[in-house]
């Protein structure tokens, strides 16, 4: 799941990012409510996680214009004030939830994936390849409905490669999407991180999942080259 975080608080906000990556999500940081409105016009993501406390007028600015652009697409509000007036002002504005510092981050993660839970629809939170499912939103992965305990950076690569199901998938394309860079020379570190899938998804299973596509990448699912 992709999480746009706007948080004008620089040293939460890296202790939210860090803490979303930990729980698995593409977490994404911003500290201003313009740029939330523009890449959220831009780019495609799950839910956001708004908290501009410096800028209460900005903030409520940014919910209302995502909500004019992207309707269906959840927003959840930290507040600053534990006053219920203040949390209902939010709520009535299009906030899908509300939650009040200070806060831990067990339970704001646990929010978030309420809402997600709410919003998703099944078919978009489950992501399934054969006898393999990933769950976007309690991130969890089973194959053959045995567990199967992922790192937060091979929980992302699989679901990259699951999300491109049946597709050949460039090193390239890998290295942008799950490492957030544009460096060709990080492409030997998407074949170790393959190697811990395979060993982890594909070890033990008669048929293999995750194929080499020769000459361009990866590929999870039918009609890929040999393993």
Request: charged residues 25%.
């Amino acid at each position: 799941m992709r999480i746009l975080v706007a948080e004008d608080d620089a040293p939460l906000g890296e202790l939210l990012l860090q803490g979303l990556k930990a729980e698995q999500f593409s977490a994404q940081l911003i500290s201003e409510g313009n740029e939330a409105q523009r890449l959220v016009g831009e780019q495609s993501f799950d839910i956001v996680l708004l908290d501009l406390n410096g800028a209460a007028t900005a903030a409520l600015e940014a919910l209302k214009a995502i909500r004019s652009r992207k309707p269906d697409l959840p927003v959840v509000l930290i507040n600053g004030s534990g006053q219920a007036e203040e949390r209902a002002r939010w709520l009535n504005a299009g906030a899908d939830d509300c939650i009040a510092k200070p806060f831990a981050l067990v339970e704001l993660v646990a929010r978030l994936r309420a809402v997600l839970r709410r919003k998703c629809p099944s078919g978009e939170s489950v992501l399934k390849v054969e006898d393999l499912e990933l769950d976007r939103v309690s991130h969890t992965v089973r194959r053959s409905g045995q567990l199967i305990d992922l790192s937060p950076k091979e929980y992302a690569l699989l679901e990259f490669l699951m999300r491109h199901a049946g597709q050949p998938v460039s090193r390239a394309a890998i290295v942008q999407q799950v490492w957030k860079l544009n460096f060709d020379t990080m492409t030997n570190v998407v074949d170790v991180y393959i190697n811990y899938l395979r060993r982890k998804v594909d070890l033990g299973h008669q048929h293999t999942l995750i194929r080499t596509v020769r000459g361009t990448g990866y590929q999870i699912g039918a009609n890929g080259a040999a393993p």
